[in-house]
Every structure is written in structure tokens, then in C-alpha cells.
């Protein structure tokens, strides 16, 4: 694919800043087509969740890498790229302009910057020794044996978690991030040499983002949340499984089994996004130095505009 003088825009930002928003918006005026750079909204079934964007909307605008994968299976970064790849370039054969909107960091930068990806192969003793250990157990022994990938790691996911630590274990140096299975050996920053991007960002101040991903959280629960949890399970998902998914689907998943309760349910997911919406930040200040922090969607408009002309 030559894809050297490609333009794409890419819209970022913390969970429930309204990225969606602002990429629907914005492919109605440009005639876009958009592609999610969300680790889980690939699978299939986590709707509510995820705050997977619906038909109603979309309003019209061809989305890419929703519901591709089956639950019952692992999608890793790796996956995300090639697949991402073939998305963009039926999104240029189109002839429509690529909008890639996520708030998965990692994902974006494998895709958008030149990142060589080699696999390590699972170590299954060392992930049956890990397994007996605790979350926190798991994060202090990856933060000292790669402190740099701590930095940036989902620090209550036992999955990535293990992971990272396999990958470490297995490395004599290692040289970038680790995520999903795989080792970057390359740096994420300015090596966008096959794409012109225009990195666009939605960043509510702390008040205005609490309320909203509160908001989120109690309407998940409105639009059946717990409904859907249960859903998955029926589908002869382990618990294990359902927990790795994310804050909003472990915490429901221990209420059902009556090991917390409603109202720490709630509360364990609005702290949990809001950490993570932080840890998202810090990703998107130190990785897309060149991000327009938008005002308003007309700001986002004007400078599409002119980066396309």
C-alpha cells in the first residue's frame, strides 16, 4: 500500500471526552470514514461496556474494526495493525479521508508510526507461577524489573500484567514498551514518514470530565449493563476472562457473584476511569507532542479543512 502522502486525522483523548462526537462530526463535513482504535471494542457482544458507539449515531458514517472478533478469542496489538492496515486502505481506495479515533494510545501509534513488532513466545511455566500471585504483586514485579513499562501499563489487569512480565523475563534488554504479546524495538515519537497526520484532541478540564464519565457509568447501568455481563457469562466465558475486559465489566462481574456491592460497584468504576483517564493523558502529553487541544468542533473543522487543502 503507498500510502507515503496519505492524510489522515487522528482524534484523541480521555474516556468520555467525546471523541465520537467529534469524529462523526467531522467525517459529515469532510467525507470521512472512521476507524476505532479501541483495544476492546473490536469484540463482539461488548457493547455497553465499552460505550461502543451505535447505529443511530454513527448517522450514516462507515466505521471500521468494531465487532470483528469473537470474545472467545485474544486480539493483541499485532491484530489490531494488520487489520488497521486493511482498513485504511479501503478507506483511501474509497477515496474518503482515513479519521482514526480511540483512546487506546498504544494502538494509534502502532498503526500511524513506523513500529517493527517481534513476538515473544509464551513462557507457560513462568505463567503458572505468576498466576497464584495478586494484581499488586504482579505491578511491584513489573515495575522492577521494567519500570518503564509500568509507567504505562493497565496496573489492575492480571493479563497484561503477566504478560509484560513474561516478555521482560524474556528479554536480556529490553529496548521500547511492551504491550499486548509484543516488543517495540522501535521509538513511537516522529517516525510518521508514511503519513501526513493531523493529531486533533478533546481534554475537558477535571471537573467537566468526572461529571461526564459518572454520567457514562450510571447510563451503562440504565442501558443494561449488568444485562450484558451476564450475557457474556452465559456464553461460557470464565469470570477470569470477564474480568480482564475492563473496570466496567470486572466490578459488575463481583457484584453478581455478591463479592461487593452495588454502590461499590459504581464507585470502583468511576475511581478506576478516572485514573485511567489520567494515565491516558500522560500517554497522549509524552507520545502526540503535536496535538491540537481543541475549544470547540468548529476549531476541529477549520483545521481539517486546511490541512486538507
Not at 34 to 61: F, W
Not at 62 to 67: E, P, S, T, V
Not at 96 to 102: D, Q, R
Not at 215 to 238: A, D, S, W
Request: proline share 3%; hydrophobic share 40%; with cysteine.
Amino acid at each position: 500500500m503507498n500510502t507515503r502522502k496519505t492524510k489522515i486525522i487522528a482524534i484523541v483523548g480521555p474516556t468520555a471526552s467525546g471523541k465520537s462526537d467529534l469524529a462523526v462530526y467531522l467525517a459529515k463535513k469532510i467525507a470521512g470514514e472512521i476507524m476505532s482504535a479501541d483495544s476492546r471494542q473490536v469484540y463482539k457482544t461488548l457493547n455497553i461496556g465499552t460505550a461502543k458507539i451505535s447505529k443511530r449515531q454513527m448517522k450514516g458514517i462507515k466505521h471500521h474494526l468494531l465487532d470483528i472478533v469473537s470474545l472467545k478469542n485474544i486480539f493483541t496489538a499485532a491484530d489490531f495493525k494488520k487489520h488497521g492496515e486493511k482498513a485504511l486502505e479501503k478507506i483511501i481506495q474509497n477515496g474518503n479521508v482515513p479519521i482514526v479515533c480511540g483512546g487506546t494510545g498504544f494502538y494509534l501509534h502502532l498503526l500511524l508510526n513506523k513500529i517493527e513488532l517481534s513476538g515473544i513466545e509464551p513462557d507457560w511455566v513462568l505463567r503458572k507461577k505468576l498466576e497464584k500471585k495478586t494484581t499488586k504483586e504482579l505491578f511491584q514485579m513489573l515495575k522492577k524489573i521494567n519500570p518503564k513499562r509500568a509507567e504505562n501499563i493497565d496496573s489492575k489487569n492480571p493479563r497484561r500484567l503477566i504478560r509484560a512480565i513474561e516478555i521482560a523475563s524474556n528479554t536480556p534488554k529490553t529496548p521500547g514498551i511492551i504491550e499486548s504479546g509484543n516488543l517495540l524495538k522501535s521509538c513511537l515519537a516522529d517516525r510518521q514518514a508514511d503519513f501526513d497526520i493531523l493529531w486533533l484532541g478533546i481534554k475537558p478540564n477535571e471537573t467537566t470530565l468526572k461529571n461526564r464519565i459518572e454520567k457514562r457509568i450510571k447510563q451503562m447501568f440504565q442501558n443494561g449493563l449488568l444485562e450484558e455481563v451476564k450475557k457474556i457469562r452465559k456464553n461460557k466465558l470464565t469470570w477470569k476472562r470477564i474480568e480482564e475486559l475492563g473496570f466496567e465489566y470486572k466490578y459488575p462481574a463481583l457484584y453478581l457473584r455478591k463479592k461487593i456491592s452495588m454502590e461499590e460497584m459504581v464507585q470502583k468504576m468511576i475511581l478506576e476511569n478516572n485514573q485511567y483517564a489520567k494515565r491516558q493523558m500522560t500517554w497522549f502529553n509524552k507520545y502526540a507532542p503535536k496535538t491540537h487541544w481543541l475549544k470547540t468542533k468548529e476549531e476541529a473543522l477549520n483545521l481539517a479543512k486546511k490541512f486538507l487543502s
